[in-house]
């Protein structure tokens, strides 16, 4: 398992310290074509660039599980808030990123939205629940 994590983001206020709590935080998994994880690479390379410049942003932590035979990303994206998350998801940068998407992938990626640990706690609570 390997993580990194981007920088934060220009548009936030240095002098109100943001708590994980309160950050949203959209989780993307996908699952690459193992012939494709170097184009996948380089494609997270270059959206992770972009996705760095959007208001509100604050990291991205990839988590890459490649002893799979289709090697498994968990792409965390944080922002400061819903909206920013929101915007993202309807900016044309996003778009453009999607449409190169297509063949690196051998399903449809899946979505995850939260806001501070919410997605944790909630998937931590049903694994739980699943397993009386």
């Given at each position: 398992?390997?993580?990194?994590?981007?920088?934060?983001?220009?548009?936030?206020?240095?002098?109100?310290?943001?708590?994980?709590?309160?950050?949203?935080?959209?989780?993307?998994?996908?699952?690459?074509?193992?012939?494709?994880?170097?184009?996948?690479?380089?494609?997270?390379?270059?959206?992770?660039?972009?996705?760095?410049?959007?208001?509100?942003?604050?990291?991205?932590?990839?988590?890459?599980?490649?002893?799979?035979?289709?090697?498994?990303?968990?792409?965390?994206?944080?922002?400061?808030?819903?909206?920013?998350?929101?915007?993202?998801?309807?900016?044309?940068e996003l778009a453009?990123?999607?449409?190169?998407?297509?063949?690196?992938?051998?399903?449809?990626?899946?979505?995850?939205?939260?806001?501070?640990?919410?997605?944790?706690?909630?998937?931590?609570?049903?694994?739980?629940?699943?397993?009386?």
């Amino acid at each position: 398992m390997d993580r990194s994590t981007g920088p934060n983001a220009s548009s936030r206020n240095r002098d109100a310290p943001l708590r994980s709590k309160d950050l949203a935080t959209w989780m993307i998994v996908d699952h690459v074509n193992r012939e494709s994880v170097s184009d996948y690479e380089s494609w997270l390379n270059g959206i992770h660039g972009d996705l760095g410049k959007q208001h509100g942003f604050v990291s991205v932590d990839v988590i890459r599980h490649l002893d799979q035979p289709d090697p498994e990303y968990v792409i965390l994206v944080k922002f400061e808030d819903q909206e920013s998350i929101s915007r993202w998801r309807s900016s044309p940068e996003l778009a453009s990123w999607l449409s190169k998407f297509e063949g690196l992938v051998t399903s449809d990626p899946r979505f995850e939205e939260a806001i501070g640990l919410e997605l944790w706690l909630y998937k931590r609570r049903n694994n739980l629940a699943g397993a009386r």
